[in-house]
DNA sequence: TCGGTTGTTCAGGAGTTTAGAACTATCGAA
DNA sequence: TTCGATAGTTCTAAACTCCTGAACAACCGA
């Protein structure tokens, strides 16, 4: 099996950024990740969006996050290890991760508030 | 020819606004946009982005920047008036724009300080 | 009315995304 | 050691999106 790709901070790009957290089902497993005080298997994560992603799916999604330099992953025996990137990333770009989470939770509050 | 379509402010969502900006001519067109203090035609805007890019291409990244609700486009006459919708997306999802076009920002000024 | 300018639409090919099926890797139990 | 269960990955084909050249529509001035 081929080993875990990480980009180096360095190589990060703010489009490639943007584009793996245009997608509810990621940046759902990337806010709970960053939210996370310790490493998350993919499994736990799975519960966190809407049910019925079939897991190679969810697989390509974290390869996503990985590739976008938002997410660390470690094999750990047969599962995986995530934990969010999120104080790197922000010492090269302050305040874009928390100002795309904090959008979205406006989002959700807001449908949230209107949906009764 | 069809009129213009402009989504409300409360239909905008997160993931269209972070799609629409995931791509780097896009931010380019808007980032001028946002810092113009008059209306600009497509034109004009065109001179923001690398030279080469056909106008049908344009066109649509225009359509997508309208469609995210990021800009509003008036039709005067044969040409095309343009400006950023800014100050209202920025109420409902306050910071996102100017993080977003900050990061560009700093990724722009760090390849041109490692390009020499 | 004609020619030039500004931008849109259409249609195709290229590229990306999705998800079911088959697969690999690891662990614990028998 | 072997077997079965668990956790994710890879493969692949269909669906979808994106890009762009060519044709088009709208307007203006001569």
């Given amino acids: 099996?081929?080993?875990?790709?990480?980009?180096?901070?360095?190589d990060l790009t703010v489009e490639g950024i943007l584009h793996a957290l245009a997608d509810p089902v990621r940046v759902a497993?990337?806010?709970?990740l960053a939210s996370a005080d310790c490493?998350?298997?993919c499994t736990d994560l799975a519960g966190v969006?809407?049910?019925g992603i079939p897991k190679s799916s969810l697989s390509q999604h974290f390869k996503a996050l990985r590739?976008?330099?938002?997410?660390r992953s470690e094999r750990r025996g047969v599962e995986m290890?995530?934990?969010?990137?999120c104080a790197e990333v922000d010492r090269r770009f302050p305040g874009l991760l928390a100002a795309i989470v904090g959008a979205y939770k406006a989002q959700a509050g807001k449908s949230?508030?209107?949906r009764r």
Avoid: E, Y
């Fill in 1 to 10: 099996m081929k080993p875990l790709f990480h980009p180096s901070i360095d």
């Fill in 81 to 85: 290890h995530n934990t969010s990137r």
């Fill in 49 to 51: 969006v809407p049910a």
């Fill in 112 to 114: 949230k508030k209107s």
């Fill in 39 to 41: 490493a998350q298997r």
């Fill in 29 to 32: 497993i990337f806010a709970r």
């Fill in 67 to 71: 590739d976008a330099g938002l997410i």
